[in-house]
């Protein structure tokens, strides 16, 4: 039976620990100079509603590492949701690929996708949810764990508006176990909502996990934290908000040193990027010895690989055996028609 990654809230903490442990695995024999061909033969369709950096480069990156290939399906080269419904899509990719990513505008349409498709479906982003970027994140933090402590003793702080990226972390932040913050304005009609839904998940995945959760605008429960998390402030609006609204509204959740030095010694910076420099991080913050976005964003590229492999396992597999009778086969009918092989 065939699964799709579309939140990171429809695993379990030794799933996702399994898909986090898989990624780190490649990413290792990568560096040690074994490219694995776990993808070989195998095509990804990569549909963008949205164009991004680190999605795009990471997913063909991913494939070309492990000997398969991927194919841009960015706007307007398909007819997602357009003249063809979602669902015929779904159907038509289902016999032509693999696996398919869905960089999506709306979250019910990677939803729509998922349940059409019979192969494997992986949200790389819709306004709900960024459930790739959460494993990168994970993958960064697991890596720069403060000294002496475990993932789930660690306090993670995202500061600013409540974004897709900050509802995401907050899923895997109690997934895993771990105490996860969220530090911005609450209540403001122009700012992205922490709505009851999130509070009841974060519940749930709690209650399994043993972590804890918060929200909150006083400064004091920023204290001790061994990450600090940001994302831009606009990106997510029908109508945009001003330069001087995002920094009326932002201005006091910016991470600058300020804030940094009220997490625990020796605490790490990350941000999904872009960020917007002077906004919602000082250039102080971004480019300092404490900042992990390079390596988170490089991380990207870790998830994806692990992604990509354990979501393409359920494949059929065929025997040595069984490929070289087809192998001898085919050539037969090669030689018959006197085409060289």
């Not at 990171?8 to 799933?15: A, G, M, P, S």
């Not at 993808?39 to 063909?60: A, D, N, P, V, Y």
């Not at 002496?148 to 003793?153: P, Q, S, V």
């Not at 209540?187 to 929200?215: A, L, R």
Request: proline share 3%; charged share 25%.
């Amino acid at each position: 039976m065939k699964k799709d990654f579309i939140t990171v809230n429809d695993f379990t903490k030794e799933e996702l620990m399994d898909i986090i442990n898989l990624s780190m695995a490649i990413k290792k024999s990568i560096k040690n100079g074994y490219k694995p061909p776990l993808m070989k033969g195998m095509t990804l369709g990569m549909i963008f509603q949205q164009s991004s950096t680190r999605t795009r480069c990471s997913f063909e990156t991913a494939m070309e590492d492990m000997g398969g290939h991927a194919q841009y399906l960015g706007p307007g080269m398909i007819q997602l949701g357009g003249h063809e419904t979602i669902e015929d899509t779904g159907r038509v990719i289902s016999g032509l690929m693999d696996i398919v990513m869905a960089r999506v505008i709306e979250h019910k349409t990677v939803v729509r996708l998922a349940d059409a498709c019979t192969i494997p479906v992986i949200n790389a982003m819709s306004d709900y949810t960024h459930p790739t970027q959460a494993i990168a994140d994970a993958i960064t933090m697991i890596e720069n764990l403060p000294a002496g402590k475990k993932f789930e003793d660690c306090k993670i702080v995202f500061c600013g508006d409540f974004t897709q990226v900050a509802a995401s972390l907050g899923f895997i932040c109690t997934k895993l176990g771990a105490n996860f913050v969220f530090y911005g304005p609450l209540n403001n009609p122009k700012t992205q909502p922490f709505t009851p839904e999130h509070g009841k998940i974060f519940d749930e995945n709690c209650k399994v996990s043993g972590g804890t959760w918060k929200v909150t605008e006083d400064e004091k429960d920023v204290e001790g934290a061994d990450f600090f998390y940001t994302d831009v402030w606009y990106g997510l609006y029908e109508a945009e908000l001003s330069k001087e609204e995002r920094n009326q509204i932002f201005k006091k959740y910016q991470v600058n040193r300020e804030l940094m030095n009220k997490g625990a010694l020796g605490c790490k910076f990350l941000h999904c990027l872009p960020c917007t420099r002077g906004e919602d991080v000082t250039d102080e913050v971004a480019d300092s010895a404490s900042s992990l976005c390079w390596e988170e964003a490089w991380n990207r590229l870790t998830a994806m690989r692990g992604l990509l492999v354990y979501f393409t396992r359920n494949k059929k597999q065929f025997s040595e055996l069984a490929k070289e009778a087809a192998k001898e086969e085919l050539e037969s009918v090669l030689d018959k028609m006197g085409i060289a092989h």
